[in-house]
């Protein structure tokens, strides 16, 4: 016996990997997107295990076709931020390498030069570490 019905995708009962997916899709507000891609895509409809399949095993898949970053993408934003807040320590640190500088001249650069982008830098981390604790 075949049963088919309407439903839309936040009243979806996803299992297993599918259910993380689809609580992604439904915190970012992307459900009436994938409904309108997936009747695109499927104009006779799906199965629930052919849905559930489809978030479970595609969610990459699924993340880009909505313009959601997948968990690695947000690692290797956060990774390369973190090596951009290494490499400008690191040029501050030689250019006040100065023995002769004194405190005032070292926070002078500091304040002109790195001061914005370091703390600017820090807070993108901050974000991205957020991000990857929900998504996790």
């Not at 500091?110 to 604790?133: G, S, V």
């Amino acid at each position: 016996m075949t049963i088919k019905s309407d439903i839309s995708l936040e009243n979806f009962r996803a299992w297993s990997g599918g259910k993380s997916t689809l609580d992604r899709i439904i915190n970012e507000g992307k459900c009436g997107e994938l409904e309108s891609m997936l009747e695109d895509l499927y104009p006779d409809g799906m199965t629930d295990t052919q849905l559930n399949d489809l978030l479970w095993f595609d969610s990459d898949t699924v993340f880009g076709w909505l313009g959601i970053r997948t968990y690695d993408q947000i690692k290797e934003e956060m990774e390369e931020k973190k090596a951009e807040l290494e490499d400008l320590q690191s040029d501050y640190e030689f250019d006040t390498s100065d023995e002769d500088m004194t405190a005032e001249e070292k926070q002078e650069i500091y304040t002109a030069d790195y001061e914005d982008d370091i703390e600017e830098l820090k807070e993108k981390i901050k974000e991205l570490e957020k991000e990857l604790k929900d998504v996790a």
